[in-house]
């Protein structure tokens, strides 16, 4: 029996990609992924998701990522529904990995609800979602890994030639790099999540 475990990372960032991950491992593997150590990449350092992210690709059966770019986000959150473009994409993974169960982790305060719009979206019966999934199950927390090492790896790419920082609002350098930017009278460039309320407010759209 295969099992299947989804994840974001990005959500909140200002800058960049979203990533939704996915891995399927087969129900007798999961202790495996206990033993390697794996947990909710938040709880982990960058150098620790970088080994562990070898490790999960060579044991899990499949994994599947999906980079979500600004200009998709910005559409859907203007039109506040970006929990709907997650659940679309969450649906995706699940489509392509092909597992009886999957484990999701909730964006939507209605943790099931939001799993009733994956599996209705993606012909799936068995999707379980859940608040703090990442925390909870090991094949969740191997997603988790998955995705914020593949955003990681695309903010660094970003990071070459623009330094910002990490993306996200709580950075200063992040939030610097827009208002010079702005400052400047420069357009923004596509990385950036214009629908972002920090970026609308460097704007001067809302206050």
């Known amino acids: 029996m295969k099992i299947c475990g989804v994840d974001d990372a990005g959500r909140g960032s200002m800058i960049g990609p979203m990533v939704i991950a996915g891995i399927s491992i087969e129900k007798k593997n999961i202790p495996k992924l206990r033993k390697l150590g794996v947990r909710d990449s938040k709880k982990l350092s960058s150098k620790k998701r970088e080994l562990l992210y070898k490790e999960i690709i060579k044991l899990v059966d499949d994994y599947h990522v999906i980079r979500i770019p600004p200009k998709t986000i910005d559409k859907y959150v203007f039109e506040h529904n970006l929990n709907h ?40 019966s068995k999707v379980r979602s859940y608040h703090y999934a990442d925390s909870r199950f090991v094949v969740v927390s191997a997603a988790s890994i998955i995705a914020k090492v593949s955003r990681d790896r695309s903010i660094a790419r970003l990071n070459k030639n623009y330094q910002f920082g990490s993306g996200y609002p709580s950075d200063k350098k992040s939030v610097n790099f827009v208002k010079k930017l702005v400052s400047a009278k420069k357009p923004l460039p596509s990385f950036i999540r214009k629908s972002w309320k920090p970026v609308q407010k460097i704007l001067g759209l809302i206050n």
């Open 85 to 124: 473009l997650e659940a679309k994409k969450m649906a995706a993974v699940i489509t392509h990995l092909k597992s009886e169960i999957s484990y999701v982790d909730s964006c939507d305060v209605n943790a099931t609800r939001f799993g009733r719009e994956i599996s209705d979206l993606s012909n799936k």
